[in-house]
Nanobody, 118 residues
């Protein structure tokens, strides 16, 4: 069973930075795709960024140029460096993993709160 554990959320001021981490356990090969999603109050969960086992990345338009996703493939750990944070970035951030390319379901972490406020 794959378990995802997030850390690094918290409070930041507008223009500030935070770094999120997500470590996967219970698996002994490289996860196909790992990523981050977020859900703000009253809104649907949305994609933030993903990264494949080969390092290919994809970003949602609102975070391009501000957020950077990276991973340690051997450790199945993914990071999200968030710079120039805005109040609209306030949300619960969830780690996600598609373990194998043909998996129909993905794994989710419990989520970590990010609040951007002066």
């Amino acid at each position: 069973q794959v378990t995802l554990a997030e850390s690094g959320g918290g409070l930041a001021q507008p223009g500030g930075s935070l770094r999120l981490s997500c470590a996967a356990s219970g698996i002994f090969f490289s996860i196909h795709v790992m990523g981050w999603y977020r859900q703000a109050p009253g809104k649907a969960r949305e994609l933030v960024a993903t990264i494949t086992s080969l390092g290919g990345t994809n970003y949602a338009d609102p975070v391009k140029g501000r957020f950077t996703i990276s991973r340690e493939g051997a450790k199945n750990t993914v990071y999200l460096q968030m710079n120039n944070l805005k109040p609209d970035d306030t949300a619960v951030y969830y780690c996600n993993a598609r373990v194998r390319p043909n998996d129909l379901e993905t794994e989710w972490g419990q989520g970590t709160q990010v609040t951007v406020s002066a």
